[in-house]
């Protein structure tokens, strides 16, 4: 069909007998009225449009379905249309300010999540701050000023400065994106100022020091020793079974914290882990998504690779560590309160990066091995820090903690052996 034969007279008749196209839509063009048409779509829906030029560029705004708006009042529609943009009004735009200044904070946190390719963790994280402005959800973005961010920060400060500061992170990054996902047509921006900047104006943002919380070396040895003991019925005093269980993962949850040491992996990272992520012929395992979104291969040192491969042979689930996320919290209560010592999973990552630079790694190895973004720096660009390369690395970085925490003893045949603790016995060659 061409553009000539969609030019047709506008009648009631007419209309009802134009033809529906088999896929999409098709338009249709008054004779009488310039720019009056009519869209159909292959569902048989049909809606009146209008096609003009406003302030130079050309627009198609709908005026209404037919059926639920006769031709005759599609065409008063039409006529007070082009007599409003006469006069210099632009129709388009003040549809678009009616409909845009009307949406909520909760609207945009759905349009956020909704554009932005985001892992789960943190979607989980947005969810979860955006509860702090659980009062604002139904409130316009365009309502939301400088002075009650700058009095919710506060109020949030009172419970944690580094979650007021993170609740007030996304909630800019969710103005911003919304001031842009639902801007005018001609560009300009829904928020013409985003509110929380007055946090920095007005230097409001809460100091919160860089946390650097990790195992000393003389700290290895207890921690360990303890974590390794956590799938054995703790001491206690009769009567007090039920306030000292035996955890029924203690075993899983020490591979677990081992397997954080070892490699400096983040938490979520270790626990996704699949075994078809895990290669024990090549002894390297992968991490394909990881935080930086550029897939991570670390080699494995011996001792890793002993507690990777007894676990495969035992192993019927696709996770290598399947079912341990809430037991986390209760494995490292339980080493504290036997040891003193409280470190969280991210703090084994530092613990490796720590040891690493006291060993004399690299600095681009130690980058490689923590997966870190080396942007800006052009000699790493030319660097190519393979898993093989990074093997002696880890390989080092491991023997020094097995040492530290007692566990290996140099045999005069240049082997180095795994202490007898409880099943966690291995042989590696030196």
């Not at 955890?247 to 081992?258: I, V």
């Not at 190895?365 to 660097?383: E, F, M, Q, R």
Request: hydrophobic share 40%; proline share 5%.
């Amino acid at each position: 069909m061409s553009q000539k034969d969609n030019i047709v007279r506008f009648t009631k008749s007419k209309i009802d007998s134009l033809p529906i196209p088999e896929k999409g839509d098709a338009v249709f063009w008054d004779s009488e009225a310039k720019g009056f048409g009519l869209r159909v779509w292959s569902s048989g829906k049909k809606v009146f449009i209008y096609k003009t030029r406003i302030k130079g560029r050309q627009v198609k705004m709908n005026i209404g379905t037919y059926g639920a708006m006769t031709l005759d009042a599609a065409r008063k529609a039409l006529t007070k249309l082009a007599g409003e943009i006469a006069i210099g009004r632009d129709p388009v735009a003040d549809r678009h300010e009616e409909k845009v200044t009307g949406v909520t904070l909760g609207q945009a946190v759905e349009r956020y999540l909704e554009d932005r390719d985001l892992k789960p963790r943190t979607v989980r994280d947005v969810l979860d701050c955006m509860k702090r402005f659980s009062e604002w959800e139904g409130k316009p973005i365009s309502a939301i000023t400088r002075d009650i961010v700058a009095r919710k920060h506060k109020e949030l400060g009172k419970i944690s400065h580094a979650r007021a500061n993170l609740a007030m992170r996304y909630l800019k990054a969710i103005l911003n994106h919304a001031s842009e996902a639902f801007a005018y047509p001609d560009g300009r921006p829904l928020l013409p100022d985003n509110p929380v900047k007055i946090l920095s104006v007005g230097k409001a943002w809460f100091h919160v020091g860089r946390k650097r919380t990790y195992l000393r070396h003389h700290e290895l040895k207890p921690w360990i020793a303890a974590i390794l003991s956590l799938g054995e019925a703790p001491e206690r005093e009769p009567g007090t079974g039920n306030q000292h269980r035996k955890l029924k993962a203690g075993d899983d949850l020490a591979d677990l914290f081992m397997t954080l040491l070892l490699t400096g992996l983040r938490r979520n990272e270790a626990l996704g882990l699949k075994w078809a992520d895990v290669d024990l012929k090549w002894q390297a395992l992968t991490i394909p998504d990881p935080k930086n979104r550029q897939p991570h291969t670390l080699p494995l040192g011996k001792h890793l690779f002993s507690i990777l491969a007894r676990r495969k042979k035992m192993s019927d689930t696709d996770l290598v560590f399947e079912g341990l996320d809430n037991c986390i919290r209760y494995g490292l209560a339980r080493v504290e309160k036997e040891t003193g010592i409280r470190v969280t999973p991210h703090d084994l990552r530092r613990t490796f990066s720590t040891i690493a630079e006291s060993l004399d790694i690299p600095a681009y190895a130690l980058k490689a091995l923590l997966n870190h973004k080396t942007s800006g720096d052009v000699t790493a660009g030319y660097i190519q820090m393979t898993p093989d390369r990074l093997r002696a690395p880890m390989q080092k970085i491991e023997d020094f903690i097995l040492a530290e925490a007692g566990l290996t003893d140099q045999g005069d045949n240049g082997t180095s052996k795994v202490l007898d603790f409880p099943g966690k016995i291995a042989v590696v060659a030196a």
